[in-house]
């Protein structure tokens, strides 16, 4: 089980560290735009809209491993204070919680984003790309939340870390 | 018998006109129905965002919509003639005509029905105007100008040579103040003079072209309305069609008083000249297949337009 | 379900799972959750999903993690230790000098970055240690690095101010412009509290034994600290303002001109940009995490028809329209003592504005008003980021406690300048009023 739990985390922690590359791209992208519209009086049609894609996998991928970093905003004037058995309770209640918004969001999301594939869903712009790849990473990310949950789950009740 | 209890998603923000018809439209249901059917409508944005409202009635989180058929064009090619179309009908009515007279409720009915969804009426009204800080006389004017455009008017505009930038729409005022663009679409002619844009732009060009006129639609999922008796469904109707008729009039003697109000505040109005547009028409046609692409249902809602289009004189 | 029960559940159960710790992204997103099926049925969870996709697409909120990456970027060029360097040997011979050159610094940051943790951390570093070696006062040090570093929520850019004009559907160069003036006051009212304290009791911070005479030549050549701030400040506000770009492009213009800072620094390289990206990318997930769980909150109290029924209430009681204000301003500066901004914001936001219009306040001054509880809230314990931020920094003999003292005057000068600005709207709205429609007839 803890085997499982560190994998799930080191396979997270990868998707961070190439996840977080994005914003370079995010940002080439803008400048380009303003490059071209102001320089060259031409705004492009998929310069924003591209980044506007890259930027929900981007912080969608963040998610996952900051649950493990303890990044994500909480109140700690209790579980500062907590220790032994009643911080593991805390700290599992933030996990379970955690799970359950992944497990939610995933499932909803599934049918949502295969709708997309199958529909060929286009953005209806000027450049008018496909967007379900876009849209795909919300499931990916909402199910990997839910498997590093389970893994801080995991880890806290092998007392490896709380 | 008991009550019926639909909640409905709506497009616009609380407050504003069209959401106040989104209300009489429910008060009307429940009257015809004797209070049998009991709509709840929730202003734009308070539960899913308007864009995504096609997906939660399907999804049933609930029974109706009012939508923009433009929002669902990226999945439903044809939502793109169901909803406005650039350089499209100059006049509401002939539009709703198109829908009654001719085969367009049924082809919009098409267009629901595989996602599991109830085409039910449209409500159709008149143009939005384009707002400019740079003189726009005829149509060859946009020719290389900055533009904010939508959905298939960004498209389309950009066949006719103007650069687009799709900003949302909190932004068009400071695009517009700071020349970001030199011409922009926001929203109705009253509801752009209560954003200010009289204040930044000033040069109001009529008619809209990028948005001659345009159609809203009751949308409700399949399951939901399978559940209701005739009277009920009838009541949608007829109470649907009213709110069209009502909310269009109310457009057109709003937009009267709000045009004097831009004169007040010295804006120019520009009106195009009918030949013109009409020219620029013939020539859109070409950017309106495009959209159409390969799309069966696309392409027949094109061709039963643009064969009204032509009996009216207009292609 | 009964709806005003389930209100009930949402309120007691937020309470209850945000005090146990857990993220309150996932509090916001599991309550919404349960309290969607109790009054709505399973298949209305869609909505969070649904909410979630316009999240992503939204070009206003991806100007976040552009901002974080240029103060990111900025933080480790080492243009801050320049700009501090100059400032000690223009300030340095005043009683007050170096918290007051403190507070500058923090300004300049301000204009530049819209994150407040860049400030407080690279103050925390540099300006701590000096101040402290000097004698100072440790409250009184640490207090202005707290309040210093929050200006940066008011003065433009800022990530806060851009969350809110997105909520409240303000266009965000307009909200910017309007947080530059009372950012300015509070920025002089901090230095003229120092001063003044420091004046009455110069033992609370000594100036050096003997003067440090700086040759006027060695003093001016420090002013080409200044050179670099400059350019990223007018690059940002500069394209905003010239109508080069919107928010979120002038952010991506701010990266560009962190980087070359940081190539003039000699300090770019791939392990900085690295780790800029890294703390990029904490920081945004964070907030849109957050974003996804609140959306679906405030989403099912508006369906519980919470939300119109506290419009009504207020529409219909008899107070006058600025009790309801004071009291709309009280309830975000208490939930500021335990939430972050962020979801402050995201939370309040759609439930107070419909007020806010309906008393016929202006969205945008209230959104100042805003801003400055938002500065409450950074500098208060128990949740205040700067607090955090400094945590890590303090020196051995420092505890927490006397931060905590510190920030109690800068606290109160905020509920101050927080008055005059709700008597005195004009303050507020004048500039952008000015800057955004030259052509008002
Ligand atoms: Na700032
Ligand atoms: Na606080």
Same mark, same amino acid.
């Given at each position: 089980?803890?085997?499982?739990?560190?994998?799930?985390?080191?396979?997270?922690?990868?998707?961070?560290?190439?996840?977080? &590359?994005?914003?370079?791209?995010?940002?080439?992208?803008?400048?380009?735009? =303003?490059?071209?519209?102001?320089?060259?009086?031409?705004?492009?049609?998929?310069?924003?809209?591209?980044?506007?894609?890259?930027?929900?996998?981007?912080?969608?991928?963040?998610?996952?491993?900051?649950?493990?970093?303890?990044?994500? =905003?909480?109140?700690?004037?209790?579980?500062?204070?907590?220790?032994?058995?009643?911080?593991?309770?805390?700290?599992?209640?933030?996990?379970?919680?955690?799970?359950?918004?992944?497990?939610?969001?995933? &499932?909803?999301?599934?049918?949502?984003?295969?709708?997309?594939?199958?529909?060929?869903?286009?953005?209806?712009?000027? &450049?008018?790309? =496909?967007? &379900?790849?876009?849209?795909?990473?919300?499931?990916?990310?909402?199910?990997?939340?839910?498997?590093?949950?389970?893994?801080?789950?995991?880890?806290?009740?092998?007392?490896?870390?709380? | 018998?008991?009550?019926?209890?639909?909640?409905?998603?709506?497009?616009?923000?609380?407050?504003?006109?069209?959401?106040?018809?989104?209300?009489?439209?429910?008060?009307?249901?429940?009257?015809?129905?004797?209070?049998?059917?009991?709509?709840?409508?929730?202003?734009?944005?308070?539960?899913?965002?308007?864009?995504?409202?096609?997906?939660?009635?399907?999804?049933?989180?609930?029974?109706?919509?009012?939508?923009?058929?433009?929002?669902?064009?990226?999945?439903?090619?044809?939502?793109?003639?169901?909803?406005?179309?650039?350089?499209?009908?100059?006049?509401?009515?002939?539009?709703?005509?198109?829908?009654?007279?001719?085969?367009?409720?049924?082809?919009?009915?098409?267009?629901?029905?595989?996602?599991?969804?109830?085409?039910?009426?449209?409500?159709?009204?008149?143009?939005?105007?384009?707002?400019?800080?740079?003189?726009?006389?005829?149509?060859?004017?946009?020719?290389?100008?900055?533009?904010?455009?939508?959905?298939?008017?960004?498209?389309?505009?950009?066949?006719?040579?103007?650069?687009?930038?799709?900003?949302?729409?909190?932004?068009?005022?400071?695009?517009?103040?700071?020349?970001?663009?030199?011409?922009?679409?926001?929203?109705?002619?009253?509801?752009?003079?209560?954003?200010?844009?009289?204040?930044?732009?000033?040069?109001?060009?009529?008619?809209?072209?990028?948005?001659?006129?345009?159609?809203?639609?009751?949308?409700?999922?399949?399951?939901?309305?399978?559940?209701?008796?005739?009277?009920?469904?009838?009541?949608?109707?007829?109470?649907?069609?009213?709110?069209?008729?009502?909310?269009?009039?109310?457009?057109?003697?709003?937009?009267?008083?709000?045009?004097?109000?831009?004169?007040?505040?010295?804006?120019?109005?520009?009106?195009?000249?009918?030949?013109?547009?009409?020219?620029?028409?013939?020539?859109?046609?070409?950017?309106?297949?495009?959209?159409?692409?390969?799309?069966?249902?696309?392409?027949?809602?094109?061709?039963?337009?643009?064969?009204?289009?032509?009996?009216?004189?207009?292609? | 379900?009964?709806?005003?029960?389930?209100?009930?559940?949402?309120?007691?159960?937020?309470?209850?799972?945000?005090?146990?710790?857990?993220?309150?992204?996932?509090?916001?997103?599991?309550?919404?959750?349960?309290?969607?099926?109790?009054?709505?049925?399973?298949?209305?969870?869609?909505?969070?999903?649904?909410?979630?996709?316009?999240?992503?697409?939204?070009?206003?909120?991806?100007?976040?993690?552009?901002?974080?990456?240029?103060?990111?970027?900025?933080?480790?060029?080492?243009?801050?230790?320049?700009?501090?360097?100059?400032?000690?040997?223009?300030?340095?011979?005043?009683?007050?000098?170096?918290?007051?050159?403190?507070?500058?610094?923090?300004?300049?940051?301000?204009?530049?970055?819209?994150?407040?943790?860049?400030?407080?951390?690279?103050?925390?570093?540099?300006?701590?240690?000096?101040?402290?070696?000097?004698?100072?006062?440790?409250?009184?040090?640490?207090?202005?690095?707290?309040?210093?570093?929050?200006?940066?929520?008011?003065?433009?850019?800022?990530?806060?101010?851009?969350?809110?004009?997105?909520?409240?559907?303000?266009?965000?160069?307009?909200?910017?412009?309007?947080?530059?003036?009372?950012?300015?006051?509070?920025?002089?009212?901090?230095?003229?509290?120092?001063?003044?304290?420091?004046?009455?009791?110069?033992?609370?911070?000594?100036?050096?034994?003997?003067?440090?005479?700086?040759?006027?030549?060695?003093?001016?050549?420090?002013?080409?600290?200044?050179?670099?701030?400059?350019?990223?400040?007018?690059?940002?506000?500069?394209?905003?303002?010239?109508?080069?770009?919107?928010?979120?492009?002038?952010?991506?213009?701010?990266?560009?001109?962190?980087?070359?800072?940081?190539?003039?620094?000699?300090?770019?390289?791939?392990?900085?940009?690295?780790?800029?990206?890294?703390?990029?990318?904490?920081?945004?997930?964070?907030?849109?995490?957050?974003?996804?769980?609140?959306?679906?909150?405030?989403?099912?109290?508006?369906?519980?028809?919470?939300?119109?029924?506290?419009?009504?209430?207020?529409?219909?009681?008899?107070?006058?329209?600025?009790?309801?204000?004071?009291?709309?301003?009280?309830?975000?500066?208490?939930?500021?003592?335990?939430?972050?901004?962020?979801?402050?914001?995201?939370?309040?936001?759609?439930?107070?504005?419909?007020?806010?219009?309906?008393?016929?306040?202006?969205?945008?001054?209230?959104?100042?008003?805003?801003?400055?509880?938002?500065?409450?809230?950074?500098?208060?314990?128990?949740?205040?980021?700067?607090?955090?931020?400094?945590?890590?920094?303090?020196?051995?003999?420092?505890?927490?406690?006397?931060?905590?003292?510190?920030?109690?005057?800068?606290?109160?000068?905020?509920?101050?300048?927080?008055?005059?600005?709700?008597?005195?709207?004009?303050?507020?709205?004048?500039?952008?009023?000015?800057?955004?429609?030259?052509?008002?007839?």
């Amino acid at each position: 089980m803890t085997a499982i739990a560190r994998s799930v985390t080191a396979l997270n922690r990868l998707l961070f560290a190439l996840a977080k &590359w994005l914003v370079y791209a995010i940002v080439l992208l803008m400048l380009w735009e =303003v490059l071209s519209r102001y320089m060259l009086a031409s705004p492009t049609s998929w310069a924003p809209e591209l980044a506007m894609l890259i930027f929900g996998p981007f912080f969608l991928l963040g998610g996952p491993y900051l649950l493990h970093l303890g990044g994500h =905003v909480a109140v700690d004037i209790l579980s500062e204070k907590a220790t032994g058995r009643f911080a593991t309770v805390l700290a599992l209640i933030g996990y379970v919680l955690a799970a359950v918004f992944g497990a939610i969001l995933l &499932w909803f999301s599934v049918p949502l984003a295969m709708q997309s594939y199958s529909y060929g869903e286009t953005s209806y712009s000027a &450049w008018n790309p =496909v967007i &379900w790849p876009a849209k795909a990473f919300l499931p990916l990310a909402s199910f990997l939340l839910m498997l590093q949950a389970l893994a801080e789950i995991v880890l806290a009740l092998r007392g490896e870390k709380v | 018998q008991g009550v019926t209890k639909w909640r409905m998603q709506a497009l616009w923000g609380g407050g504003t006109t069209p959401q106040l018809y989104e209300e009489k439209f429910c008060e009307r249901v429940k009257q015809l129905t004797g209070g049998s059917l009991e709509i709840t409508p929730f202003a734009g944005g308070q539960i899913v965002p308007a864009a995504q409202a096609f997906d939660a009635v399907r999804g049933g989180a609930f029974e109706m919509m009012k939508t923009f058929d433009g929002y669902t064009a990226g999945k439903i090619p044809a939502h793109g003639f169901s909803s406005t179309v650039p350089f499209g009908f100059p006049e509401a009515d002939q539009y709703e005509a198109w829908f009654y007279e001719r085969d367009g409720l049924a082809m919009a009915k098409e267009s629901y029905e595989a996602a599991g969804l109830t085409y039910v009426a449209p409500t159709v009204y008149g143009e939005e105007p384009i707002h400019s800080k740079v003189e726009i006389r005829k149509i060859a004017d946009m020719n290389g100008l900055k533009g904010r455009f939508v959905g298939l008017a960004s498209a389309v505009m950009a066949d006719f040579g103007v650069s687009v930038s799709p900003l949302p729409t909190s932004e068009v005022y400071s695009a517009l103040d700071k020349g970001l663009v030199d011409f922009a679409d926001r929203g109705d002619i009253k509801a752009n003079y209560e954003e200010g844009l009289q204040e930044v732009a000033k040069f109001l060009i009529l008619p809209g072209v990028h948005q001659p006129s345009t159609a809203t639609a009751y949308v409700a999922n399949t399951a939901a309305y399978g559940r209701l008796d005739d009277q009920q469904k009838a009541a949608l109707e007829v109470a649907a069609r009213e709110v069209s008729g009502a909310l269009r009039q109310n457009i057109i003697v709003d937009n009267g008083e709000y045009l004097r109000k831009y004169e007040e505040a010295g804006v120019e109005i520009i009106d195009l000249d009918a030949d013109d547009v009409a020219e620029a028409r013939a020539r859109a046609v070409e950017s309106w297949k495009k959209a159409a692409g390969e799309d069966d249902l696309a392409k027949r809602m094109m061709e039963s337009q643009m064969s009204l289009m032509q009996e009216l004189r207009l292609l | 379900m009964e709806s005003s029960l389930i209100l009930l559940f949402m309120f007691t159960s937020l309470v209850v799972f945000m005090l146990s710790g857990a993220g309150l992204a996932f509090v916001l997103g599991a309550i919404a959750f349960i309290s969607t099926i109790l009054l709505w049925g399973p298949s209305a969870l869609i909505v969070a999903v649904l909410n979630t996709f316009e999240t992503m697409t939204s070009e206003s909120l991806m100007a976040i993690p552009l901002y974080v990456l240029m103060a990111s970027i900025l933080q480790k060029s080492a243009i801050i230790d320049a700009l501090y360097d100059a400032m000690e040997t223009w300030f340095s011979n005043v009683n007050g000098g170096l918290a007051v050159g403190t507070i500058a610094i923090c300004t300049i940051l301000a204009a530049m970055t819209g994150v407040v943790g860049a400030a407080v951390a690279a103050m925390g570093i540099l300006a701590l240690p000096s101040m402290l070696s000097r004698g100072y006062h440790p409250p009184l040090a640490l207090g202005a690095i707290c309040a210093g570093g929050t200006l940066g929520i008011l003065i433009p850019p800022s990530v806060v101010t851009i969350v809110y004009a997105i909520t409240a559907q303000i266009s965000i160069g307009k909200m910017f412009a309007a947080g530059i003036v009372p950012g300015l006051i509070l920025a002089a009212s901090y230095s003229a509290y120092i001063l003044v304290r420091t004046w009455l009791n110069p033992s609370l911070a000594p100036k050096p034994e003997q003067a440090v005479t700086v040759p006027l030549s060695v003093k001016l050549s420090k002013l080409k600290a200044l050179i670099l701030p400059g350019l990223v400040v007018i690059g940002v506000l500069g394209s905003i303002y010239a109508g080069i770009a919107t928010p979120t492009e002038a952010a991506a213009v701010g990266v560009l001109g962190a980087a070359a800072s940081a190539i003039v620094t000699r300090r770019l390289s791939v392990p900085m940009l690295s780790e800029a990206a890294t703390d990029t990318l904490r920081v945004t997930a964070m907030i849109l995490w957050i974003t996804i769980g609140a959306r679906a909150f405030i989403s099912v109290f508006v369906a519980t028809g919470g939300a119109d029924s506290l419009l009504n209430f207020v529409e219909t009681l008899e107070a006058s329209r600025w009790i309801v204000l004071g009291a709309m301003v009280l309830i975000l500066i208490f939930l500021g003592l335990f939430l972050d901004e962020i979801g402050i914001i995201l939370l309040c936001v759609p439930v107070f504005l419909p007020i806010v219009s309906a008393l016929e306040f202006d969205p945008l001054w209230f959104g100042v008003l805003f801003m400055i509880t938002a500065q409450m809230a950074y500098i208060t314990p128990p949740f205040g980021y700067t607090l955090f931020y400094l945590k890590g920094v303090l020196p051995p003999g420092i505890g927490i406690g006397q931060v905590y003292r510190g920030v109690i005057p800068f606290f109160l000068i905020q509920v101050a300048v927080l008055i005059l600005f709700a008597l005195f709207p004009g303050l507020v709205t004048w500039l952008p009023e000015m800057m955004m429609s030259n052509a008002k007839p």
